[in-house]
Protein backbone atom coordinates (compact mmCIF):
# COMPACT_ATOMS: atom_id res chain seq x y z
CA UNK A 1 0.00 0.00 0.00
CA UNK A 2 1.16 3.08 -0.58
CA UNK A 3 1.23 6.65 1.43
CA UNK A 4 0.77 10.42 0.14
CA UNK A 5 1.84 13.20 1.59
CA UNK A 6 -1.25 15.97 1.82
CA UNK A 7 -0.10 19.19 2.53
CA UNK A 8 -3.32 18.82 4.14
CA UNK A 9 -2.05 16.27 6.89
CA UNK A 10 -2.34 17.91 10.18
CA UNK A 11 0.99 19.14 11.91
CA UNK A 12 2.51 18.91 15.48
CA UNK A 13 1.90 22.43 17.22
CA UNK A 14 4.61 24.63 18.44
CA UNK A 15 5.23 25.01 21.98
CA UNK A 16 5.21 28.76 22.55
CA UNK A 17 6.20 28.32 26.67
CA UNK A 18 9.35 26.64 25.82
CA UNK A 19 10.53 29.57 23.08
CA UNK A 20 10.07 31.63 25.77
CA UNK A 21 12.27 29.61 28.66
CA UNK A 22 14.89 29.29 25.89
CA UNK A 23 14.89 33.02 24.98
CA UNK A 24 14.74 33.95 28.98
CA UNK A 25 17.67 31.55 29.73
CA UNK A 26 19.54 32.95 27.27
CA UNK A 27 18.81 36.61 28.74
CA UNK A 28 19.92 35.77 31.82
CA UNK A 29 22.69 34.07 30.90
CA UNK A 30 23.79 37.30 29.53
CA UNK A 31 22.82 39.21 32.15
CA UNK A 32 25.43 36.91 34.57
CA UNK A 33 27.89 37.31 32.10
CA UNK A 34 27.82 40.82 32.18
CA UNK A 35 27.81 41.22 35.80
CA UNK A 36 30.55 38.84 36.16
CA UNK A 37 32.37 41.02 33.94
CA UNK A 38 31.56 44.34 35.45
CA UNK A 39 32.48 42.72 38.87
CA UNK A 40 35.71 41.02 37.82
CA UNK A 41 35.96 44.77 36.57
CA UNK A 42 35.70 46.57 39.51
CA UNK A 43 37.23 43.64 41.83
CA UNK A 44 40.55 42.74 39.65
CA UNK A 45 41.11 45.97 37.21
CA UNK A 46 43.81 48.67 38.08
CA UNK A 47 42.47 51.08 39.98
CA UNK A 48 45.62 52.98 41.60
CA UNK A 49 47.45 55.24 40.04
CA UNK A 50 50.83 56.29 41.76
CA UNK A 51 51.43 59.25 39.52
CA UNK A 52 53.31 56.97 36.93
CA UNK A 53 55.90 56.62 39.64
CA UNK A 54 56.81 52.52 40.60
CA UNK A 55 54.99 53.52 44.00
CA UNK A 56 53.96 55.74 46.68
CA UNK A 57 53.38 55.77 50.33
CA UNK A 58 51.18 56.88 52.69
CA UNK A 59 50.66 56.78 56.66
CA UNK A 60 47.58 55.70 58.10
CA UNK A 61 47.02 57.35 61.76
CA UNK A 62 45.87 55.36 64.56
CA UNK A 63 41.85 55.79 65.26
CA UNK A 64 41.56 56.23 61.44
CA UNK A 65 37.94 55.81 60.51
CA UNK A 66 36.94 54.95 56.59
CA UNK A 67 35.74 58.59 55.81
CA UNK A 68 39.25 59.39 57.17
CA UNK A 69 41.30 57.00 55.13
CA UNK A 70 39.48 58.05 52.05
CA UNK A 71 40.58 61.56 52.33
CA UNK A 72 43.86 60.41 52.53
CA UNK A 73 43.94 58.08 49.38
CA UNK A 74 41.62 60.55 47.28
CA UNK A 75 43.49 63.80 48.09
CA UNK A 76 46.86 62.14 46.79
CA UNK A 77 44.74 61.26 44.25
CA UNK A 78 45.49 57.86 44.02
CA UNK A 79 42.10 55.95 43.46
CA UNK A 80 40.96 56.49 39.95
CA UNK A 81 37.38 55.59 40.12
CA UNK A 82 36.04 55.99 43.86
CA UNK A 83 32.46 54.58 43.60
CA UNK A 84 34.12 51.09 43.06
CA UNK A 85 36.78 51.48 45.35
CA UNK A 86 34.01 52.19 48.06
CA UNK A 87 31.41 49.47 46.53
CA UNK A 88 34.21 47.28 47.04
CA UNK A 89 35.36 48.32 50.26
CA UNK A 90 31.70 47.83 51.82
CA UNK A 91 31.21 44.22 50.40
CA UNK A 92 34.23 43.45 51.80
CA UNK A 93 33.89 45.04 55.29
CA UNK A 94 36.62 46.98 55.28
CA UNK A 95 35.07 50.52 57.41
CA UNK A 96 35.39 48.10 60.20
CA UNK A 97 38.04 47.06 59.92
CA UNK A 98 40.69 49.98 59.22
CA UNK A 99 44.57 49.52 60.80
CA UNK A 100 46.76 52.18 61.17
CA UNK A 101 50.18 52.14 59.51
CA UNK A 102 52.63 53.01 56.59
CA UNK A 103 51.46 51.34 53.28
CA UNK A 104 52.93 51.10 49.69
CA UNK A 105 50.60 51.47 47.01
CA UNK A 106 51.58 50.23 43.91
CA UNK A 107 51.19 51.38 40.61
CA UNK A 108 47.91 49.81 39.19
CA UNK A 109 46.92 47.48 42.05
CA UNK A 110 43.26 46.60 41.93
CA UNK A 111 40.37 47.66 44.31
CA UNK A 112 40.81 43.59 46.15
CA UNK A 113 44.57 44.04 46.48
CA UNK A 114 44.57 47.65 48.25
CA UNK A 115 41.46 46.66 50.12
CA UNK A 116 42.95 43.46 51.57
CA UNK A 117 45.92 45.17 52.40
CA UNK A 118 44.23 47.68 54.51
CA UNK A 119 42.37 44.99 55.75
CA UNK A 120 45.10 43.20 56.83
CA UNK A 121 47.27 45.61 57.87
CA UNK A 122 50.00 44.59 55.89
CA UNK A 123 52.08 47.50 55.74
CA UNK A 124 55.88 48.02 55.10
CA UNK A 125 58.13 49.09 58.47
CA UNK A 126 59.99 52.45 57.88
CA UNK A 127 63.82 52.72 58.69
CA UNK A 128 64.39 55.14 61.43
CA UNK A 129 67.71 56.69 61.58
CA UNK A 130 68.74 59.37 63.62
CA UNK A 131 72.62 60.15 64.68
CA UNK A 132 74.59 63.75 65.53
CA UNK A 133 72.42 64.26 68.21
CA UNK A 134 73.00 66.46 71.40
CA UNK A 135 69.82 65.52 73.59
CA UNK A 136 66.63 63.59 74.06
CA UNK A 137 64.76 66.86 72.72
CA UNK A 138 66.62 66.73 69.50
CA UNK A 139 66.30 62.73 69.39
CA UNK A 140 62.37 63.24 70.16
CA UNK A 141 61.64 65.66 66.75
CA UNK A 142 64.05 63.38 64.96
CA UNK A 143 62.14 60.47 65.42
CA UNK A 144 58.86 61.84 65.61
CA UNK A 145 59.44 62.58 61.70
CA UNK A 146 59.58 58.99 61.48
CA UNK A 147 57.26 56.91 63.30
CA UNK A 148 53.54 58.02 64.33
CA UNK A 149 54.40 58.87 68.38
CA UNK A 150 54.65 62.41 68.73
CA UNK A 151 57.94 64.29 70.02
CA UNK A 152 56.14 65.40 73.40
CA UNK A 153 54.99 61.92 74.46
CA UNK A 154 58.54 60.74 73.77
CA UNK A 155 60.09 63.77 76.14
CA UNK A 156 57.82 63.20 78.84
CA UNK A 157 58.91 59.60 79.23
CA UNK A 158 62.39 60.35 79.06
CA UNK A 159 61.91 62.88 81.82
CA UNK A 160 59.75 60.40 83.71
CA UNK A 161 62.45 59.43 86.40
CA UNK A 162 60.12 55.88 87.74
CA UNK A 163 60.06 55.32 84.01
CA UNK A 164 63.71 55.69 83.60
CA UNK A 165 64.49 53.74 86.47
CA UNK A 166 63.17 50.76 85.17
CA UNK A 167 65.84 50.86 82.74
CA UNK A 168 68.43 51.36 85.08
CA UNK A 169 68.81 55.40 83.25
CA UNK A 170 68.43 58.54 85.29
CA UNK A 171 67.58 61.89 83.35
CA UNK A 172 71.19 62.57 83.62
CA UNK A 173 72.41 59.38 82.17
CA UNK A 174 69.30 59.16 79.70
CA UNK A 175 71.38 59.98 76.76
CA UNK A 176 73.60 56.34 77.24
CA UNK A 177 70.33 54.30 76.22
CA UNK A 178 70.67 55.22 72.59
CA UNK A 179 72.53 53.96 69.93
CA UNK A 180 72.68 55.90 66.92
CA UNK A 181 72.07 53.66 63.66
CA UNK A 182 68.83 52.25 61.69
CA UNK A 183 66.68 50.47 62.75
CA UNK A 184 63.28 49.14 61.16
CA UNK A 185 60.13 50.13 63.08
CA UNK A 186 56.38 50.30 62.00
CA UNK A 187 55.50 53.50 61.47
CA UNK A 188 52.63 53.41 64.41
CA UNK A 189 55.13 52.84 66.75
CA UNK A 190 54.02 54.88 69.91
CA UNK A 191 56.58 56.51 72.18
CA UNK A 192 56.45 53.79 75.05
CA UNK A 193 57.00 51.09 72.09
CA UNK A 194 60.07 53.36 70.65
CA UNK A 195 61.94 53.67 73.97
CA UNK A 196 61.59 50.03 74.93
CA UNK A 197 62.94 48.96 71.67
CA UNK A 198 66.01 50.94 71.94
CA UNK A 199 66.96 49.21 75.86
CA UNK A 200 66.72 46.30 73.82
CA UNK A 201 68.77 47.41 70.92
CA UNK A 202 70.78 48.66 73.56
CA UNK A 203 71.24 45.89 75.91
CA UNK A 204 72.17 43.70 72.14
CA UNK A 205 74.92 46.59 71.28
CA UNK A 206 76.23 45.80 74.85
CA UNK A 207 77.56 42.34 74.77
CA UNK A 208 79.65 40.52 76.54
CA UNK A 209 82.72 41.43 74.41
CA UNK A 210 82.05 45.07 74.90
CA UNK A 211 81.11 44.89 78.43
CA UNK A 212 84.41 42.86 78.97
CA UNK A 213 86.40 45.58 77.39
CA UNK A 214 85.08 48.32 79.86
CA UNK A 215 85.54 46.36 82.69
CA UNK A 216 89.04 45.94 81.55
CA UNK A 217 89.33 49.55 81.18
CA UNK A 218 87.77 50.05 84.85
CA UNK A 219 84.72 51.99 83.35
CA UNK A 220 81.00 50.66 82.80
CA UNK A 221 79.19 50.54 79.82
CA UNK A 222 77.56 54.14 80.69
CA UNK A 223 80.75 56.19 81.24
CA UNK A 224 82.30 54.63 78.24
CA UNK A 225 79.54 56.51 76.39
CA UNK A 226 79.95 59.13 78.43
CA UNK A 227 83.64 59.72 77.57
CA UNK A 228 82.87 58.88 73.85
CA UNK A 229 80.45 61.74 73.81
CA UNK A 230 83.48 64.13 74.28
CA UNK A 231 85.95 62.20 71.51
CA UNK A 232 82.35 62.79 69.55
CA UNK A 233 82.34 66.22 70.01
CA UNK A 234 86.23 66.36 69.52
CA UNK A 235 86.36 64.80 66.66
CA UNK A 236 84.37 64.04 63.26
CA UNK A 237 87.62 61.93 61.97
CA UNK A 238 86.66 58.04 62.61
CA UNK A 239 90.23 57.08 62.12
CA UNK A 240 91.72 59.71 64.66
CA UNK A 241 88.67 59.10 67.84
CA UNK A 242 91.01 56.17 68.92
CA UNK A 243 93.94 58.64 69.56
CA UNK A 244 92.05 60.68 71.11
CA UNK A 245 90.21 58.32 73.62
CA UNK A 246 93.98 57.44 74.68
CA UNK A 247 94.79 61.26 75.65
CA UNK A 248 91.85 60.84 78.09
CA UNK A 249 91.98 57.29 79.23
CA UNK A 250 95.84 58.12 80.28
CA UNK A 251 94.61 61.18 81.97
CA UNK A 252 92.12 59.37 84.09
CA UNK A 253 94.49 56.65 84.99
CA UNK A 254 96.91 59.52 86.33
CA UNK A 255 93.78 61.21 88.09
CA UNK A 256 93.99 64.35 86.05
CA UNK A 257 91.20 66.37 85.17
CA UNK A 258 90.28 66.00 81.82
CA UNK A 259 90.38 69.65 80.43
CA UNK A 260 88.20 68.76 77.76
CA UNK A 261 86.69 71.34 75.76
CA UNK A 262 83.56 70.37 74.97
CA UNK A 263 82.63 70.04 78.26
CA UNK A 264 82.74 73.66 78.85
CA UNK A 265 80.75 74.51 75.40
CA UNK A 266 78.39 72.42 76.84
CA UNK A 267 78.31 73.89 79.92
CA UNK A 268 77.73 77.19 78.53
CA UNK A 269 74.97 76.04 76.52
CA UNK A 270 76.13 78.20 73.69
CA UNK A 271 76.71 75.91 70.69
CA UNK A 272 78.48 79.58 68.70
CA UNK A 273 81.38 79.11 70.67
CA UNK A 274 84.89 78.63 68.25
CA UNK A 275 87.38 79.49 70.57
CA UNK A 276 87.15 78.33 74.33
CA UNK A 277 88.48 81.40 76.06
CA UNK A 278 89.72 80.96 79.93
CA UNK A 279 87.24 82.67 81.34
CA UNK A 280 84.87 80.17 79.97
CA UNK A 281 86.91 77.38 81.67
CA UNK A 282 85.50 79.14 84.93
CA UNK A 283 81.74 78.69 84.83
CA UNK A 284 80.37 76.53 87.52
CA UNK A 285 78.90 73.30 85.76
CA UNK A 286 79.73 69.85 86.93
CA UNK A 287 79.57 69.23 83.31
CA UNK A 288 83.35 71.53 83.31
CA UNK A 289 86.10 69.20 83.28
CA UNK A 290 88.22 72.04 83.62
CA UNK A 291 86.68 72.40 87.18
CA UNK A 292 86.13 68.87 88.19
CA UNK A 293 87.68 65.79 87.87
CA UNK A 294 86.76 62.45 86.36
CA UNK A 295 84.30 62.55 84.04
CA UNK A 296 80.84 64.41 83.59
CA UNK A 297 77.22 63.19 85.20
CA UNK A 298 76.12 62.18 81.98
CA UNK A 299 76.64 62.20 77.91
CA UNK A 300 77.45 65.77 76.58
CA UNK A 301 75.67 63.89 73.11
CA UNK A 302 74.45 60.91 71.98
CA UNK A 303 77.93 59.08 70.69
CA UNK A 304 78.33 56.85 67.74
CA UNK A 305 78.67 53.68 67.41
CA UNK A 306 82.41 54.29 65.91
CA UNK A 307 83.19 57.17 68.93
CA UNK A 308 81.84 54.13 71.60
CA UNK A 309 83.80 51.68 69.95
CA UNK A 310 87.00 54.37 69.83
CA UNK A 311 86.86 54.21 73.70
CA UNK A 312 86.62 50.35 74.02
CA UNK A 313 89.39 50.12 71.36
CA UNK A 314 91.59 53.17 72.44
CA UNK A 315 95.17 53.62 71.35
CA UNK A 316 97.89 52.68 73.66
CA UNK A 317 99.61 55.68 73.49
CA UNK A 318 102.01 58.11 75.60
CA UNK A 319 100.23 61.12 75.25
CA UNK A 320 98.60 63.16 77.48
CA UNK A 321 97.62 66.58 75.45
CA UNK A 322 96.35 67.08 71.69
CA UNK A 323 95.15 70.68 70.44
CA UNK A 324 93.82 71.25 66.63
CA UNK A 325 96.06 71.50 63.74
CA UNK A 326 96.68 74.91 62.67
CA UNK A 327 95.98 73.92 59.16
CA UNK A 328 92.66 73.94 60.49
CA UNK A 329 92.21 69.88 58.38
CA UNK A 330 89.95 68.92 61.71
CA UNK A 331 92.93 66.81 62.57
CA UNK A 332 95.24 67.12 66.08
CA UNK A 333 98.46 67.14 66.97
CA UNK A 334 99.42 65.17 70.26
CA UNK A 335 102.39 65.78 72.46
CA UNK A 336 103.51 63.69 75.46
CA UNK A 337 104.54 66.97 77.64
CA UNK A 338 102.97 70.18 78.41
CA UNK A 339 106.16 72.34 76.77
CA UNK A 340 105.31 70.29 73.47
CA UNK A 341 101.63 71.31 73.88
CA UNK A 342 101.64 74.88 74.32
CA UNK A 343 103.91 75.15 71.13
CA UNK A 344 101.30 73.36 69.20
CA UNK A 345 98.27 75.09 71.02
CA UNK A 346 100.10 78.58 70.32
CA UNK A 347 100.11 77.45 66.62
CA UNK A 348 96.45 76.76 66.41
CA UNK A 349 95.41 80.04 68.09
CA UNK A 350 97.45 81.94 65.43
CA UNK A 351 95.61 80.13 63.26
CA UNK A 352 92.70 81.56 64.43
CA UNK A 353 93.81 85.35 64.77
CA UNK A 354 94.31 84.84 61.55
CA UNK A 355 90.76 84.15 60.90
CA UNK A 356 89.48 86.65 63.30
CA UNK A 357 87.66 83.82 65.24
CA UNK A 358 88.19 85.49 69.02
CA UNK A 359 85.19 83.67 70.25
Known amino acids: MAYY ?33 W ?3 VVYSPNVWTQNKPSLAINV ?10 QILYSKGLIVHRTNFEWWSKQRKLPGHIKPGHYVLRENMSNNDLVEM ?20 QLAGKVSKQIEADSASIVRLLNDSVYLAQM ?23 ANEFISRMFQESTRFWNSQRKLKAEQMGLSPE ?13 NKDDEKPKIASVYINRLHRGWRLQADPTVIYAMGDKQIRRVLNIYKEVDSPYNTYRHGGLPPGPICVPSIASIDAVLNYDKTPYLFFCAKDDLSGYHAFAKTNRQHQINARKYQQALNKLKIFK
Open 223 to 235: EVVILASIVEKET
Open 5 to 37: HSKYAVQKPRNPFRKFILRLLMLLILVALGAAF
Open 61 to 70: PTNSNFDQLK
Open 118 to 137: FRAGNQTPVRVTFNNISNIY
Open 168 to 190: GKTKKTVETLFIPNTYEFYWNTD
Open 39 to 41: LYK
